[in-house]
């Protein structure tokens, strides 16, 4: 379909390993946003992307995490030494513009073990 | 930002109407409000928003309370596939910030058949 698509699905990691998670945004789609979702709460917040740059990255945890969007296109969320409390579903979503309604992915579903 | 507020659960019977409620006291000149909704293992999806008329849409209707400080969506007739985690989030048009998406806990419904 024409959504925005999210992979993995599931990754399971062992604690202190590398991750990297995609999202292929809607086409067309210029602003491209992380948010994180842990169990039996609401999504957060993490990094909006305006093109090819990080716009506010306010949300971002510290500084194991980080995230890319080189041609304003597809984007790759990092996260360095995983820990177990990065365990959670990170949903990726994409709006036409800053002040469109935005669209999500089905997440990807990150267990540290 | 503005805050809202939401009863954790409700609970509705197929091809019957459901009204959720929101709170929002504190609600701003500028801030819209907003209603997404979450199906069970999916990414949050956009119902409808609005500032201070009531709207419709082909999913739902949204009902502004006269001085902004509530709002109630509306499901005209309630199917199984409404059951989902309904979020009411303020997003104030007036800020740099209004992409960022502020989701509380939400109001989980379930549609009984």
């Known amino acids: 379909g024409a959504g925005v698509s999210q992979t993995p699905s599931n990754k399971v990691t062992e604690k202190g390993k590398y991750v990297e998670l995609r999202c292929d945004p809607i086409?067309?789609?210029?602003?491209l946003y992380w948010y994180r979702q842990s169990l039996g709460q609401g999504p957060e917040f993490l990094i909006y992307f305006q093109g090819t740059g990080a716009a506010d990255d306010s949300g971002l945890p510290n500084d194991r995490f980080f995230a890319v969007r080189p041609e304003g296109s597809v984007s790759t969320l990092k996260i360095q030494r995983t820990e177990r409390g990065d365990s959670a579903v990170y949903l990726c979503?994409?709006?036409?513009?800053?002040?469109?309604?935005?669209?999500f992915g089905q997440g990807t579903r990150l267990t540290v073990v | 930002d503005a805050k809202t507020t939401q009863p954790n659960s409700m609970e509705s019977n197929e091809e019957e109407p459901v009204h959720l409620p929101c709170n929002h006291s504190t609600i701003s000149g500028t801030d819209y409000i907003h209603w997404y909704r979450q199906l069970p293992s999916q990414g949050p999806e956009y119902v409808i928003h609005?500032?201070?008329s009531n709207v419709n849409n082909r999913m739902a209707s949204l009902a502004i309370a006269e001085d902004r400080k509530s709002s109630t969506l509306i499901l005209h007739r309630a199917t199984l596939r409404d059951a989902a985690v309904y979020y009411c989030?303020?997003?104030?048009?007036?800020?740099?910030?209004?992409?960022?998406?502020?989701f509380g806990k939400g109001t989980l419904l379930t549609v009984n058949p």
């Open positions: 979503a994409s709006s036409f513009d800053r002040d469109s309604e935005a669209f």
């Open positions: 609005g500032l201070t």
């Open positions: 989030i303020l997003r104030d048009e007036g800020r740099g910030s209004n992409y960022k998406l502020t």
């Open positions: 086409s067309g789609h210029t602003a």
